[in-house]
T-cell receptor, first 116, second 111 residues
């Protein structure tokens, strides 16, 4: 159980375009979802925390107008990279936490974004 | 915020027990300690989580001393497929708190 999917698994886009990444909890309801980015051989960096039905909380240094997060339902959160630039190329990973007492995050498989 | 320190890399051999220690000196009272495994181009996979003393599951053990300022992930009888990056995570999932990942330990298992 506790499966999180991401779509797409990889995407290549041109500079200036926008890209949407979906994160879904397949077999549980996720009250909170997290978005991370990871550069090669580096740790995960938390970008934002989103709670269903409310605005996302962004980490310091993350532009909320550039990285739009929507958590419209208990099973879906989306990250839209607007006006993407080559420096936005990275591995984006989402995670979800279900209801209940466990503080375990269930991670998605990640999305490789390449901006040309 | 809990500052996390873990070794950058470790080598071991198949069949050995591997212990990876994570330091988190200013861990907060409500913080849990969680370890994840990550293979290249994949999302992290949950290994084990604990709050204090010892926790054991089918893949690992987690030892946490009384002061909780460190924790040790123990992998029994590792195999080549255990070659991965292991992350120590300290925090509580609360919108007011921070989730802190360590920089990860690259474990390389040799035949």
């Amino acid at each position: 159980g506790a499966v999180v999917s991401q779509h797409p698994s990889w995407v290549i886009c041109k500079s200036g375009t926008s890209v949407k990444i979906e994160c879904r909890s397949l077999d549980f309801q996720a009250t909170t979802m997290f978005w991370y980015r990871q550069f090669p051989k580096q740790s995960l960096m938390l970008m934002a925390t989103s709670n269903e039905g409310s605005k996302a909380t962004y980490e310091q240094g993350v532009e909320k107008d550039k990285f739009l997060i929507n958590h419209a339902s208990l099973t879906l959160s989306t990250l839209t990279v607007t006006s993407a630039h080559p420096e936005d190329s990275s591995f984006y990973i989402c995670s979800a936490m279900g209801r209940g007492g466990s503080y375990e995050q269930y991670f998605g498989p990640g999305t490789r974004l390449t901006v040309t | 915020l809990a500052k996390i320190t873990q070794p950058i890399s470790m080598d071991s051999y198949e069949g050995q027990e591997v212990n990876i220690t994570c330091s988190h000196n200013n861990i907060a009272t409500n913080d849990y300690i969680t370890w994840y495994q990550q293979f290249p181009s994949q999302g992290p996979r949950f290994i084990i989580q604990g709050y204090k003393t010892k926790v054991t599951n089918e893949v690992a053990s987690l030892f946490i001393p009384a002061d909780r300022k460190s924790s040790t992930l123990s992998l029994p009888r590792v195999s080549l497929s255990d070659t991965a990056v292991y992350y120590c995570l300290v925090g509580i999932l609360n919108r007011d708190d921070k989730i802190i990942f360590g920089k990860g330990t690259r474990l390389h298992i040799l035949p």
